[in-house]
C-alpha cells in the first residue's frame, strides 16, 4: 500500500530500540527522513546506521534528553519543521500508590505527559501552516485498563490523552492529526525485562512467568514490534487524515472493554 509519505521529516522519540525503533524503520521504509531521539548515543548510533542500511535511506539521531528544554532544543535545532512527531518514553516505575510522592508525580509528569505537550505545541503551528501534519503519542493500554501499582503512569499517560483528545478536533481541519497508540504486551526487551523483575521476586521459571502472560492474551502470542510499526506509519499516511483523536488498542485482543 503506497502512503504517500516519501520525502515527509519526522521525529521519532524513544526510537533505540523497542517500539520507537519499529515505527522508525517502517517509516524509513517509506521514504521519511527520519531522526531518531534518545537518550544513549552508542545504541542510537547504532539503530540509525541499521536502519538505513535496511530501507536505503539516510537516518539521522540526536542523543538527547527531551523531558528537558535543553533535550528539546537540540532535537528540533536536529529537525525543525517536521511533518511527523512520534512521542515515545518509558513508563514511570511502578509501586504503591500510597508511597508516591510529590516529587514521584511531578517527574512521571515530566516524562510522560508535559514534555510530549511541549514539542506537540512547538511544532503545531508549523503543520497547520503546511496544511500537513501526523502526531502519535506511544501511551498504554493502561489507559483503558489502569492498575493500581501503575498509578504514576495511569494518571500522566491519561493526562496526555485528555490533552490530544481537544487539541485534535481543533486542528483537525487542517489535515493535522493527533492519535495515540496504545500498545499491550509486545515482545520487546522491556516486557522480557518485565517479565524477569516478576519471576525473580516471585520465584518462579522466566518461562512459566512468559507463558502465563501470553495465554491470557486472546491472540495467544505477544505483539511483535514490525506490527506496531506498521499501525504507526500507516496513521501517518496521506490517506489517514479523517482518524483523529483516537486511542487504538494494539493488544492482540486482551483489552474486553467495547469502547
Known amino acids: ?11 521519532v522519540c524513544g526510537a533505540s530500540a523497542g517500539l520507537g525503533r519499529a515505527c522508525a524503520q517502517a517509516l524509513s521504509n517509506e521514504g521519511v527522513e527520519v531522526v531518531l531521539a534518545a537518550r544513549t548515543e552508542e545504541t ?22 527531551v ?19 512520534i512521542n515515545n518514553a518509558a513508563g514511570p516505575p511502578v509501586g504503591d500508590y500510597r508511597q508516591l510522592t510529590r516529587e514521584d508525580w511531578i517527574k512521571a509528569l515530566d516524562g510522560n505527559m508535559l514534555s510530549a505537550i511541549e514539542l506537540i505545541n512547538t511544532i503545531l503551528d508549523p503543520m497547520i501552516e503546511r496544511k500537513f501534519g501526523r502526531i502519535i503519542n506511544i501511551t498504554s493500554h493502561m489507559v ?21 483528545g481537544g487539541v485534535a478536533r481543533d486542528v483537525a481541519k487542517h489535515n493535522v492529526t493527533l492519535n495515540n497508540l496504545l500498545p499491550g504486551q509486545f515482545d520487546t526487551g ?17 518461562e ?5 502472560f501470553e495465554s491470557q492474551i486472546p491472540a495467544k502470542r505477544f505483539g511483535q514490534p ?9 496513521l501517518c499516511s496521506a490517506g489517514s487524515g479523517f482518524i483523529t483523536g483516537q486511542n487504538l488498542m494494539l493488544d492482540g485482543g486482551q483489552y474486553p472493554g467495547l469502547i
Open 190 to 206: 522491556r516486557l522480557a525485562a518485565n517479565h524477569q523483575n516478576f519471576a525473580t521476586k516471585q520465584g518462579l521459571e522466566l
Open 44 to 65: 542510537l548510533k547504532r539503530a540509525a546506521g541499521e536502519i538505513a542500511e535496511s530501507s536505503g535511506f539516510s537516518v539521522d539521531y540526536v542523543a538527547a534528553d
Open 208 to 212: 512459566q512467568v512468559r507463558n502465563t
Open 226 to 234: 514490525e506490527e506496531f510499526g506498521a499501525a504507526a506509519a500507516f
Open 144 to 164: 483503558k485498563s489502569p492498575m493500581a501499582m501503575l498509578s504514576l503512569s495511569n494518571g500522566a499517560r491519561a493526562g496526555l490523552t485528555g490533552y490530544v
Open 67 to 85: 523531558t528537558t528544554e535543553q533535550g528539546r532544543h537540540a532535537l528540533l535545532g536536529k529537525c525543525p519543521d517536521p511533518d511527523i512527531l
Open 1 to 11: 500500500m503506497e502512503l504517500g509519505l516519501s520525502g515527509r521529516r519526522a521525529i
